[in-house]
């Protein structure tokens, strides 16, 4: 079946650090490729996606990009804040009948952001 | 408008008791999904609604969960004679019919004692 494969973290950092979080995956087809994230005390919300092949999803200064050749997905942010600390999830979604869109996540990666 | 609300937000029940968690989805979402998150591990997924009519229960991890949509609108999961193993944050999610982008809701922490 298809699976997320997910960098382990926890992952600390100091402000304006370069971040990297490394994302894999397995599937059947041509799945979408999502990253939500979870902020302390909060619910899980999407942070950005992609759909296709080479497509770079982007959000509030996070970037990842679609890569089919090496069934890889990503996310990247140039400078982070303490703000960005929180738990992101890479995801794919797998098509369903009748049009649902289940997700696969992976475990799940902790950011901490130090002043 | 109101995003995907769920309820109880915390739950603590013993060993062997039947618990019910109820989501109330996006209004016109017709998309509903259950999910589980156990502690520091990804979501699973249990069931998928559309309308009221559930074209996958595939996650559903034993036949003590049950769950059921009443028209295109709340949902209730049903745990049946609950075990320490169902402890998790149960969340739910909905989305508009052929839309991949699903909205969460804050989840129910259940822990089972």
């Known amino acids: 079946g298809d699976s997320v494969t997910q960098m382990e973290g926890p992952v600390t950092l100091s402000e304006e650090a370069f971040l990297t979080i490394n994302c894999t995956y397995t599937?059947?087809?041509?799945?979408?490729l999502f990253w939500y994230v979870q902020y302390p005390g909060e619910g899980l919300q999407l942070l950005l996606k992609a759909t296709k092949a080479d497509d770079k999803g982007s959000n509030k200064g996070f970037e990842a990009t679609y890569r089919k050749e090496t069934t890889s997905f990503h996310l990247e942010k140039g400078s982070v804040q303490v703000s960005d600390s929180a738990v992101y999830f890479c995801?794919?979604?797998?098509?369903?009948?009748?049009?649902?869109?289940?997700?696969?996540f992976g475990e799940g990666t902790q950011l901490t952001v130090n002043p | 408008g109101a995003g995907v609300s769920q309820s109880p937000s915390n739950k603590v029940t013993e060993k062997g008791k039947d618990v019910e968690l109820r989501c109330d989805p996006i209004s016109g979402h017709t998309a509903l999904y259950w999910y589980r998150q156990r502690l520091g591990q990804g979501l699973e997924f249990l069931i998928y609604f559309q309308g009221n009519s559930a074209p996958d229960k595939s996650g559903l991890p034993s036949d003590r969960f049950s769950a059921e949509r009443t028209g295109e609108s709340v949902s209730t999961l049903t745990i049946q004679r609950t075990q320490q193993e169902d402890s998790a944050v149960y969340l739910c999610?909905?989305?508009?019919?052929?839309?991949?982008?699903?909205?969460f809701g804050p989840g129910t922490r259940l822990l089972v004692l």
């Open positions: 599937a059947t087809g041509y799945p979408s």
């Open positions: 999610a909905s989305s508009l019919v052929r839309e991949q982008t699903q909205y």
């Open positions: 995801a794919l979604s797998d098509e369903l009948g009748t049009s649902g869109s289940r997700l696969t």
